[in-house]
Each structure stands twice: as structure tokens, then as C-alpha cells.
């Protein structure tokens, strides 16, 4: 059952350069997605949402986009800074639930000085 | 900032025994979650809680386990009769409004290991 996917387990990239954390869906019935970032030891902690009727949501250096025929959404994180570095989760909720969130696996971004 | 407190850190207990962990969300919110991560795994979703009752729940909440909000402050979830499938790190949840119209804030969790 992978609702939601995030297909890369990890990704480099350098300081000051854009990274670009990725996320396919299988579910129609989902109407809002959102971004955590996890660092070890530590909760989930929210980064940014986008519902459905959006196609892009920016919050100061984060912003994702959201191609609903594609079933695909994507955080651009831009520039990138070392303690960005952490685990980060794409999550999705169904049409007329609260926060019953589908989690993807994670994708682990290191980003280097 | 406000933040989800979740009590103890770990707990270790034998196959059979009864565990309660506890959280306490942030003080105005007014939904309430339980999630968990086996290691290796997704994060996964158990129940929701609103309005002292339960709201949602998964096919992972079963019989076994229960939760309550005891007083206006405290959040506890228990696990009647733990197996060593239990094992996992379990992560409470608030939000201030429910439908996705507030972000849903997470404690740092509870380690529970099962021996």
C-alpha cells in the first residue's frame, strides 16, 4: 500500500543551490499535502501545505508545487543551507478527514557547506 | 513557541504488560492524534480525537488499544496487552482546527520497545 511515494531515499547538494525533494500520489480522493521535516531524536515538524486547488504555495526559501494530473508535488528549497540537512516527509490527507495523514517513506537531504 | 510534550522519552516493558504514554498538546488546540513509526517504516496513523470522543481511527487501532484525554491537559494512549509488534516510536499530535485549516504539530515522541 504506497498512497504516497517519494521515490529518492536520499539526495546531496550543495549550500547555496536549490534542492528539490519530489512525491507521487496514487490517491484521488487526497485535498491537502503537506511537507515535515524530521530531525533524528526528534517529531515531525511542519514546513508548508498546499490544498489541492492550489498549484503552488511559497513560504519564505520553501515552496511546493502541485500537478494534480500528474499526481505529483514537489518542495524546492531554495538556497539550500546546511542545517536544512534532515529527513523529509511528504503527507497526504483525504477529502472529509481530519488528520488522518498518509506519510511518505522519506527522503534524506544532506546539503553540504 | 508551543510545543507537544510527549512522556517518557522510552519505555521498555515485557510482552503482556499494559503501557500508557503520555502527551501533553498545546494548550488551545482542540484535535488530537496518535501516530506511529516502526523502524524502517512509514509513519502511520492510529486514531483521532475530538471532542472526548474518537473520531478516526486504522485498522492498526484495535481492541488492544484505547485512548483518553483524562483531564484539559493530558492525552494519553494505552496499550492494554503489548507483543513485540509494538515496538515502535510513537508520536502524538494537536492541531488547532481540524480539515487541514491549521498545521498538525508533532511531539518529539515515546520509544517503546517491547522485550
Known amino acids: 500500500d504506497q498512497q504516497v511515494k517519494q521515490n529518492s531515499p536520499s539526495l546531496s547538494v550543495q549550500e547555496g543551490r536549490i534542492s528539490i525533494l519530489n512525491c507521487d500520489y496514487t490517491?484521488?480522493?487526497?485535498?491537502?499535502f503537506l511537507w515535515y521535516k524530521k530531525y533524528p531524536a526528534e517529531g515531525p515538524t511542519f514546513l508548508i501545505s498546499i490544498s489541492s486547488i492550489k498549484d503552488k504555495n511559497e513560504d519564505g526559501r520553501f515552496t511546493v508545487f502541485l500537478n494534480k494530473s500528474a499526481k505529483h508535488l514537489s518542495l524546492h528549497i531554495v538556497p539550500s543551507q546546511p542545517g536544512d540537512s534532515a529527513v523529509y516527509f511528504c503527507a497526504a490527507r483525504e477529502r472529509g478527514s481530519n488528520y488522518k495523514l498518509t506519510f511518505g517513506k522519506g527522503t534524506l537531504l544532506t546539503v553540504n557547506p | 513557541e508551543p510545543e507537544v510534550t510527549q512522556t517518557p522519552s522510552h519505555q521498555v516493558t515485557q510482552m503482556g504488560q499494559e503501557v500508557i504514554l503520555r502527551c501533553v498538546p498545546i494548550?488551545?488546540?482542540?484535535?488530537f492524534y496518535w501516530y506511529r513509526q516502526i523502524l524502517g517504516q512509514k509513519v502511520e496513523f492510529l486514531v483521532s480525537?475530538?471532542?472526548?470522543?474518537?473520531?478516526?481511527k486504522s485498522e492498526i487501532f484495535d481492541d488492544q488499544f484505547s485512548v483518553e484525554r483524562p483531564d484539559g491537559s493530558n492525552f494519553t494512549l494505552k496499550i492494554r496487552s503489548t507483543k513485540l509488534e509494538d515496538s515502535a516510536m510513537y508520536f502524538c499530535a494537536s492541531a488547532l482546527t481540524g480539515q487541514g485549516r491549521s498545521p498538525l504539530h508533532f511531539g518529539n515522541g515515546t520509544r517503546l520497545t517491547v522485550t
Open positions: 490517491n484521488s480522493m487526497f485535498d491537502y
Open positions: 480525537f475530538y471532542n472526548n470522543e474518537i473520531s478516526e
Open positions: 494548550s488551545n488546540h482542540l484535535y
